[in-house]
């Protein structure tokens, strides 16, 4: 069957996490800082072989009446190509709210922001959001 994906793309790091082999349960993994759209494919590619990836998900930002926006639809175009390089269908769900609901999550430590740890905790959001509605 393999594990899900989840990213939750921002400017600044890409949180992601990973299902389990029976895609019931998700785990946050960690956040990639944003380099370049290279780097950030190269470690996609990395996780994807090493977790034994068959789907990824996404998270996109959608407008309050559910319209894209620029973001989303810069969004879809990196998944496009995730598509295409790794040969893996795409999954797109709305990250309304997800990094709100990610922080609330979090104990408050000054530093959270920088290690990255709400972004992976907004991909878990993703994530589960993609399997409940499954």
């Known amino acids: 069957m ?3 994906l989840a990213l939750d793309i921002g400017s600044k790091r890409v949180g992601y ?3 389990d082999e029976s895609q019931q349960m998700a785990f946050p993994r960690e956040s990639i800082l944003v380099v370049s759209q290279n780097k950030i494919i190269e470690r996609l590619r990395k996780i994807v072989k090493e977790e034994g990836i068959s789907l990824i998900v996404i998270g996109v930002p959608l407008g309050e009446d559910n319209e ?3 973001g989303s639809l810069k969004i879809r ?5 995730l598509a295409r ?3 893996l269908p795409i999954s797109y769900v ?5 990094t709100q609901e990610a922080l609330s999550k979090i104990p408050f430590r000054a530093d959270r922001r920088k290690k990255g740890g709400d972004d992976a905790i907004a991909a878990l959001i993703i994530l589960q959001r993609y399997i409940e509605s499954r």
Do not use: C, H, N
């Not at 175009?77 to 190509?81: C, R, S």
């Not at 709305?94 to 997800?98: L, P, T, V, Y």
């Open 2 to 4: 393999g594990k899900i």
């Open 94 to 98: 709305d990250e309304f709210g997800s």
């Open 68 to 70: 894209e926006t620029g």
């Open 17 to 19: 996490a990973v299902s």
């Open 85 to 87: 390089l790794f040969m």
């Open 77 to 81: 175009k990196l998944g496009e190509k």
